[in-house]
Structures are given as C-alpha cells and as structure tokens.
C-alpha cells in the first residue's frame, strides 16, 4: 500500500507564493513520475505539472507556466509544487499523484494509479 500524503495549502493574497509538498510512504515505489492536479468547485479535475523520476522532464499547463514549479526530492520520497504569482483563478484544491506503471509524463488523471487526499489552497483578491 502506498500513501501520498500533501502539505503545504492554505490562504493566501493574489501575488504571493506556496509551495506544496507530497510525501510518499508505505511500499516503496521504485520509480514513478509525480504529478499535481488541482479541481474547483463545479468542475473537473485539471492537469498542472508533472515530473519524471529523473526530473529531466517536466510538463506544466499554459495557465501555470511561467509561475509553478515542480521539483522532487528521490532520496526523501517527496514531490514539490512551487506556487509564485498567485491569482485568485488558482483556487482549488490540490492532488498529488504518483505514476509507478506507465512511466510517461503524463497529463491525464487516469494515467496516475496513487493519489492523495488532498489540500486547499485559496488565493484571496
């Protein structure tokens, strides 16, 4: 069994920075390309970056290039969504997710097979 476990939401200004973790414990994944979505309220769950286990690639949606960055750290198990520029359209909540099977960088929710419970982030104007 795996747990991803995220941290890191909260209330914040338009302009201001978060940055969001997801820890990984339980059975160990040897390898798996990490990802965060995010849903508000009324709409689908919305793809905004992902990373290989290696961290060579990252994809990131057009509404957050620029402004988001997803790093990781292998040795601690753990994924990072650096958040600057914040705008009130940024409110949702966040889901990390890990891809232990596939092994693409993917965008799709369906591609990922562990998720996380989540956390809130609002974005105030």
């Known amino acids: 069994q795996v747990q991803l476990v995220e941290s890191g939401g909260g209330l914040v200004q338009a302009g201001d920075s978060l940055r969001l973790s997801c820890a990984a414990s339980g059975r160990t994944l040897r390898s798996y390309t990490g990802g965060w979505f995010r849903q508000a309220p009324g709409k689908e769950r919305e793809f905004v970056a992902a990373i290989s286990w290696t961290g060579g690639i990252r994809n990131y949606a057009d509404s957050v290039k620029g402004r988001f960055t997803i790093s990781r750290n292998n040795a601690e198990n753990t994924v990072y969504l650096q958040m600057n520029s914040l705008k009130p359209d940024d409110t949702a909540v966040y889901y990390c997710?890990?891809?232990?099977?596939?092994?693409?960088?993917?965008?799709?929710?369906?591609?990922?097979?562990?998720w996380g419970q989540g956390t809130q982030v609002t974005v105030s104007s």
């Open positions: 997710a890990a891809d232990s099977t596939t092994m693409v960088v993917a965008t799709t929710p369906n591609k990922y097979d562990y």
